[in-house]
């Protein structure tokens, strides 16, 4: 097996077959094409790089117009594992096992697999199909409903009688392997919550009036009940990583509206309501939606998800899949969410925070702590639901 070759060395001997899988046509030869890095802030340490690539080929006599993506990853330290939570090669074992192809449920869709190459030292390149938001940048409600109605269908079939995949290189008890991740981190955070100094911080004083140190110690004590809940509620398939960024609507010929995930790194096996907590709080976390509107966001979310689960057919209680969300919103965001107060009194990583997330530490804290507020309480509420359903 051959080592990768650098991306800025790709050439067109390389583009041509998924330009041609891309373009439907084998006899299509590329004219032209250019190179553009994708970049985002929250990126896996498996992950290599996107890059799209664009430009044009001659095909019977025609001038044809092309865009993919490549996405470049490799096994991170330590981690060639297939039950890792982050299993570098899962999204490409699920497209060559045909998960991908036809996803169950009506509505969600993954994006067209190009091509496959997989090289030495476990790198592999994934050729994507280039999808475009027919949204505008910032979603409304109606299209965060949307989204969530179709991963509602798609989970739905699942719990309805689709049978669930098993291969063995599926995630199973992602969060757990989540928590794992940043438990050191979580450490800190809860030494840190329990000083009463912290809360005199100029920037918590305004974003916390009401100090939180005794829900996340909660929170951080209950975890394992909570894990074991979420194994106790109807299993299905999941995206477990569908949140904003990683969401597309587009529509199909008949007009109708589609949604398009990308990034199957995290599939496997969760919880009904697990998908769409990272829906709700993600796109709280990562300024995709106003947090002091979130209850809105959180309505709209968990009405499109119980439509989509009543339009596969599923007719369980619906506060089962109220139950998984609330219980995967506060595990995966309480604590960890909580990672940008380790940083409060580090001037260079704040500037890094303004950077990336273009916004002054005033904004950021401000829409984070209102956050946080708000997965606490739905940790509450997760409590609540445990006692009385199960």
Request: hydrophobic fraction near 40%; charged fraction near 20%.
């Amino acid at each position: 097996m051959n080592n990768a070759p650098e991306i800025k060395d790709i050439d067109v001997n390389l583009l041509t077959g998924p330009v041609r899988e891309a373009l439907g046509s084998g006899a299509a030869k590329i004219s032209r094409w250019e190179r553009y890095p994708i970049s985002y802030i929250n990126t896996e340490e498996s992950n290599l790089g996107l890059h799209r690539f664009t430009g044009t080929a001659e095909d019977q006599g025609k001038v044809r117009p092309w865009s993919i993506i490549l996405k470049a990853v490799h096994a991170p330290i330590n981690h060639n594992d297939p039950t890792f939570w982050n299993y570098h090669r899962r999204e490409i074992l699920a497209y060559q096992a045909g998960l991908l192809t036809h996803l169950p449920g009506d509505g969600l869709f993954a994006p067209h697999c190009l091509g496959v190459t997989e090289y030495a030292d476990e790198v592999c390149w994934l050729w994507l199909e280039d999808v475009a938001d027919s949204a505008v940048q910032t979603w409304s409600l109606q299209q965060y409903r949307l989204a969530a109605q179709h991963l509602g269908r798609f989970n739905g079939a699942y719990a309805t009688g689709h049978p669930l995949p098993t291969q063995p290189w599926l995630s199973q008890h992602w969060l757990q392997g989540w928590l794992t991740k940043y438990e050191s981190g979580c450490q800190e955070t809860l030494t840190l919550i329990r000083d009463e100094s912290l809360w005199k911080h100029p920037l918590l004083r305004s974003g916390f009036p009401h100090p939180i140190a005794d829900d996340v110690l909660r929170l951080w004590d209950s975890h394992p009940a909570l894990l074991a809940t979420l194994d106790q509620l109807p299993q299905t398939f999941c995206h477990m990583d569908a949140y904003r960024p990683n969401l597309f609507i587009r529509r199909d010929v008949q007009g109708v509206d589609q949604t398009v995930a990308i990034d199957w790194a995290f599939a496997g096996t969760g919880g009904l309501g697990e998908e769409i907590a990272n829906l709700f709080a993600a796109s709280l976390i990562w300024h995709e939606y106003d947090a002091t509107r979130a209850e809105s966001l959180d309505q709209a979310v968990f009405a499109g998800y119980i439509d989509g689960l009543r339009e596969s057919g599923w007719q369980g209680n619906h506060q089962l899949a109220r139950l998984g969300y609330t219980v995967a919103c506060a595990l995966r965001w309480g604590v960890v969410g909580l990672w940008w107060l380790r940083s409060l009194n580090n001037a260079n990583e704040q500037a890094e925070f303004e950077k990336n997330w273009k916004h002054p530490m005033p904004q950021l804290v401000s829409q984070w702590s209102k956050t946080a507020y708000y997965v606490f309480g739905l940790a509450e509420e997760a409590y609540q639901l445990r006692r009385t359903l199960l």
